[in-house]
């Protein structure tokens, strides 16, 4: 099974930005859906974004559409999260998820990155 470990989060401005990474380790990839998954104090998780593994197409939700962009460094085996123009709702521990299927309950969970924007 595949090990997640998020990285990037930090302390921002509104209007400042992030760029947050997931890296797998113990296993590729593969043909795997990566997401992220915000979750702010008392709220369930919430998608925000998407992509397929090795295919390389992009979702979002219509929250970040325009602010966000998902990209990849295959040799890396690293995702990213590119946070820009981020707004004091963003504020959420930030957990990668990845596997065939993605959401609660499935697939592989990293340890959450901390992002928090002040107003």
């Known amino acids: 099974q595949v090990q997640l470990e998020e990285s990037g989060g930090g302390l921002v401005q509104t209007g400042g930005s992030l760029r947050l990474s997931c890296t797998a380790s113990?296993?590729?990839?593969?043909?795997?859906?990566i997401g992220w998954f915000p979750q702010a104090p008392g709220k369930e998780r919430e998608f925000v974004a998407a992509m397929t593994w090795p295919g390389g197409a992009a979702y979002y939700a219509d929250s970040v559409k325009g602010r966000f962009t998902f990209s990849r460094d295959n040799d890396k085996n690293t995702v990213y999260l590119q946070m820009n123009n981020l707004k004091p709702e963003d504020t959420a521990v930030y957990y990668c998820?990845?596997?065939?299927?993605?959401?609660?309950?499935?697939?592989?969970w990293g340890q959450g990155t901390q992002v928090t924007v002040s107003s």
């Open positions: 113990g296993h590729t990839f593969g043909n795997y859906v």
């Open positions: 998820n990845a596997g065939e299927q993605i959401g609660n309950g499935l697939g592989s």
